[in-house]
C-alpha cells in the first residue's frame, strides 16, 4: 500500500521561507507524476505545483517565481521550496502522486504564515 508522508510545515513570518518534504513508502513503481496541493480554510483544495516524469514542471500563477518543486525518480520524493511566503499562502499542503492510473495523497502539513 503506497503511502505519502510530508513533513517541514509550520509557522512562519511573511517573506519567511519554507520547505515541505515527501516521501513515499509501500511503492516499488516509479510514479508517473509528484507535486503539491494546497487547502486553506473554507476553500477548495488547489493545485500549486507538480512535475511529470519526463520532466515538465507547472506551477500555479500564485506561486511562480516564490515556489520551487522538485522530485528524486529515484527514490519517490518530492520537495517543495516556498519562498517570500504571505499570509495567503496559509493553508494545509498535500503532497500528490500519480503512477499506474491511481492518484495517491498525504494527510497534510500545516502551514502558517502570519505575524
Not at 510530508?6 to 509501500?26: N, Y
Amino acid at each position: 500500500q503506497v503511502q505519502l508522508v510530508e513533513s517541514g510545515g509550520g509557522l512562519v513570518q511573511p517573506g519567511g521561507s519554507l520547505r515541505l518534504t515527501c516521501a513515499a513508502s509501500g511503492s516499488i513503481f516509479r510514479f508517473d507524476a509528484m507535486g503539491w496541493y494546497r487547502q486553506a480554510p473554507g476553500k477548495e483544495r488547489e493545485f500549486v505545483a507538480g512535475i511529470i516524469s519526463g520532466g515538465n514542471i507547472k506551477y500555479a500563477d500564485s506561486v511562480k517565481g516564490r515556489f520551487t518543486v522538485s522530485r528524486d525518480i529515484r527514490v519517490n520524493t518530492a520537495a517543495l521550496q516556498m519562498n517570500a511566503l504571505e499570509p495567503d499562502d496559509t493553508a494545509v499542503y498535500f503532497c500528490w502522486s500519480k503512477g499506474r492510473g491511481r492518484e495517491y495523497w498525504g494527510q497534510g502539513t500545516q502551514v502558517t504564515v502570519s505575524s
